[in-house]
């Protein structure tokens, strides 16, 4: 298994998370996106849309962080680990827990990705984002995280789904953005439970 990644993006983050958490071997094939490196032949070769991650899995190739977290989830997040050994339900069994997963998904790619996530990119790698127009569009997301958080530990079910980790890299990078989380307790509470996983790695 190979994943082309970088290490500062949190699209990346979030699926060496999952791999990590489920104990998968891969090698890293560095792209370094804030060079440009996503832009040439050699890369568009691999993935003509130019952007990471992108996961090899034997014949398989998927690009798009949710995407990847999906498929490993089902491919390798069973109940049981797929293998007998203690894993993860990364992906609820059930189609109303699965679409709760998706609601998720979709709040990680539109209020912390064009919030907290451009919102860094402008102010880390000088990306021509509006920075105030976004940490706005965060705080929006972060409003949703906590209300729901507030009451519950994860947020679908009983434990940590791909729910989790997709919307918790940029909001882990939050300070990146200039956005605080002091106003959002529950939020604070849930980071911290996801850096006590097993097999949770950081960013560097």
């Given amino acids: 298994m190979r994943l082309y990644d970088f290490e500062y993006s949190g699209n990346c983050w979030k699926v060496r998370l999952l791999l990590d958490m489920l104990g998968l071997d891969y090698e890293r094939e560095p792209v370094d996106s804030s060079r440009g490196e996503t832009q040439t032949a050699t890369f568009k070769a691999v993935s003509g849309r130019g952007q990471i991650p992108v996961l090899e899995d034997g014949d398989l190739r998927l690009w798009d962080s949710q995407a990847i977290l999906f498929y490993l989830a089902r491919r390798y997040g069973a109940a049981d680990g797929g293998d007998g050994s203690e894993g993860g339900a990364w992906l609820p069994p059930d189609p109303a827990g699965e679409a709760k997963v998706l609601q998720w998904l979709a709040l990680s790619e539109n209020e912390l990705l064009y919030g907290l996530a451009r919102a860094r990119a402008a102010l880390k790698f000088g990306r ?14 972060l409003a949703v995280l906590e209300a729901r958080l507030t009451e519950h530990d994860w947020l679908v079910g009983e434990r ?3 729910a989790d980790l997709a919307c918790y890299t940029y909001v882990a990078l939050a300070h990146e953005a200039e956005v605080a989380l002091e106003d959002y307790p529950a939020v604070r509470a849930w980071c911290a439970r996801i850096a006590a996983l097993p097999g949770y790695r950081a960013m560097r």
């Fill in 128 to 141: 021509p984002f509006d920075v105030a127009a976004c940490q706005a569009e965060g705080r929006a997301g």
């Fill in 160 to 162: 940590a789904t791909i």
